[in-house]
């Protein structure tokens, strides 16, 4: 880089960001530790089992991969597990409480070894959020089992009474959230809209306390250098879009807020999933693209109550990655019309 004359020699991206990719995935797990030991004090035991479920299962799927690879002379996709705790941490805090122990480690072996391995080895890179990718896949197995031969109980990922809820109407919205506004903490009730901030034994276990998650993202995409304009674009976005609904159907734009940005499958993803660095936008403007698009379809997709809607998004986007960079990319300086001499 040329600057006033003068070459600048900008260092390697590891370099610039001040630790290496090992450290950066070893630090984001300990920071969703917090996370995650906040939302065992919450939602209790179940919360606790699930997430040693999903990194039991991830590090088993590595540690096969890896032996194997060694025994073979290959040299190892992943030296460390880092990567590997980080992709099982993520699967477990972006569990419904509600579901089986099984399906947590049917999502935690999809991710590690189809959408982490696989598609790296077969792709060169990662164009699908594992986590995402993974829950997407079997949400739509359980979803055409269900349809087929209906063998799905309560506590199973696809819950058919969710589309019994009205939320285009202001009765019918107020009405279903009767299901947050029944928790408490230390016998004190909580209303709707201060459960959905502080105290959640319902929905992702990552969702467990948004103030948490939203204090532990914000000093991890400070300190870890994650795509901050990702996470602002879809935070505001999603902010304007519960208000505005909320002010137009004659509901409580408050509750419709803390509803739509802080219920776990939003306040979590946000920050630890839409932020995954190579299947979302490079440049400035494509991530800020990105986040917005990425509010718009979520919300949209809660409105109609569809179950996962965060994720589907999310994945429907990590598609058109390469699109979001192209049409916002700078041009080069300095080049013009070809001159002839």
Same mark, same amino acid.
């Given at each position: 880089?040329?600057?006033?004359?003068?070459l600048k020699?900008?260092?390697?991206p590891?370099l610039h +960001?001040?630790?290496?990719k090992?450290?950066?995935?070893l630090k984001?797990?300990?920071f969703?530790?917090?996370i995650?030991?906040?939302?065992i004090?919450v939602m209790?035991a179940?919360a606790?089992?699930h997430?040693?479920?999903?990194?039991?299962t991830?590090?088993?799927v590595?540690?096969?991969?890896?032996?194997?690879?060694?025994?073979k002379?290959?040299e190892?996709?992943?030296s460390s597990?880092a990567?590997?705790?980080?992709a099982?941490?993520?699967?477990?805090?972006?569990?419904p409480?509600?579901?089986?122990?099984?399906?947590?480690?049917g999502?935690?072996?999809?991710?590690?070894? #189809?959408?982490k391995?696989g598609q790296?080895r077969?792709?060169?890179?990662k164009y699908?959020?594992p986590? /995402?990718?993974?829950?997407?896949?079997?949400?739509?197995?359980l979803?055409?089992?269900?349809?087929? *031969?209906?063998?799905?109980? *309560? @506590?199973?990922i696809f819950h058919?009474?969710?589309?019994?809820?009205n939320?285009m109407?202001? *009765?019918?919205?107020?009405a279903?959230m009767?299901?947050?506004?029944?928790?408490?903490i230390f016998?004190? *009730?909580?209303?709707?809209?201060q +459960?959905?901030?502080?105290?959640?034994?319902?929905?992702?276990?990552?969702?467990?306390? +948004?103030?948490? #998650?939203?204090?532990?993202?914000?000093v991890? /995409?400070?300190?870890?250098?994650y795509?901050?304009?990702?996470?602002v674009?879809?935070i505001?976005?999603?902010?304007?879009?519960s208000a505005?609904?909320g002010?137009?159907?004659?509901?409580?734009p408050?509750?419709?807020?803390a509803?739509?940005?802080?219920?776990g499958?939003?306040?979590?993803?946000?920050?630890?999933?839409?932020?995954?660095p190579?299947?979302t936008?490079?440049?400035?403007?494509?991530?800020?693209?990105? @986040?917005?698009?990425?509010?718009?379809?979520t919300?949209?997709?809660?409105?109609?109550?569809?179950?996962?809607?965060?994720i589907?998004a999310?994945?429907l986007?990590?598609?058109?990655?390469?699109?979001?960079?192209?049409?916002?990319?700078?041009k080069?300086f300095?080049?013009?019309?070809?001159?002839?001499?």
């Amino acid at each position: 880089m040329k600057i006033a004359g003068r070459l600048k020699k900008e260092k390697p991206p590891h370099l610039h +960001s001040g630790f290496t990719k090992n450290e950066l995935m070893l630090k984001t797990f300990l920071f969703m530790c917090i996370i995650g030991f906040a939302s065992i004090i919450v939602m209790g035991a179940d919360a606790f089992v699930h997430i040693l479920v999903a990194l039991g299962t991830a590090l088993v799927v590595h540690a096969t991969i890896n032996s194997y690879q060694t025994w073979k002379g290959v040299e190892p996709t992943y030296s460390s597990p880092a990567s590997v705790l980080v992709a099982g941490m993520i699967v477990a805090l972006a569990m419904p409480i509600a579901s089986p122990f099984e399906i947590t480690a049917g999502v935690s072996l999809l991710t590690v070894l #189809v959408f982490k391995y696989g598609q790296g080895r077969f792709f060169k890179r990662k164009y699908l959020n594992p986590a /995402a990718a993974a829950k997407v896949l079997l949400l739509g197995l359980l979803s055409v089992m269900y349809i087929i *031969e209906e063998p799905l109980k *309560e @506590g199973m990922i696809f819950h058919p009474h969710h589309y019994d809820y009205n939320f285009m109407s202001a *009765e019918g919205f107020e009405a279903s959230m009767w299901i947050f506004s029944r928790e408490s903490i230390f016998g004190a *009730e909580l209303s709707a809209t201060q +459960s959905l901030l502080f105290w959640q034994t319902h929905g992702w276990i990552g969702g467990g306390s +948004s103030i948490v #998650v939203l204090i532990v993202g914000i000093v991890a /995409a400070y300190l870890l250098k994650y795509k901050w304009r990702i996470i602002v674009s879809t935070i505001l976005t999603m902010t304007v879009l519960s208000a505005a609904i909320g002010l137009y159907l004659g509901c409580d734009p408050i509750l419709r807020i803390a509803f739509h940005v802080f219920t776990g499958s939003v306040i979590f993803f946000t920050f630890f999933m839409a932020t995954e660095p190579q299947t979302t936008p490079m440049t400035h403007g494509g991530q800020y693209a990105f @986040g917005v698009c990425l509010a718009i379809l979520t919300f949209v997709l809660q409105l109609y109550n569809v179950l996962g809607g965060s994720i589907i998004a999310l994945v429907l986007l990590n598609i058109f990655t390469d699109k979001f960079d192209l049409l916002l990319i700078k041009k080069p300086f300095g080049h013009g019309k070809e001159v002839r001499t």
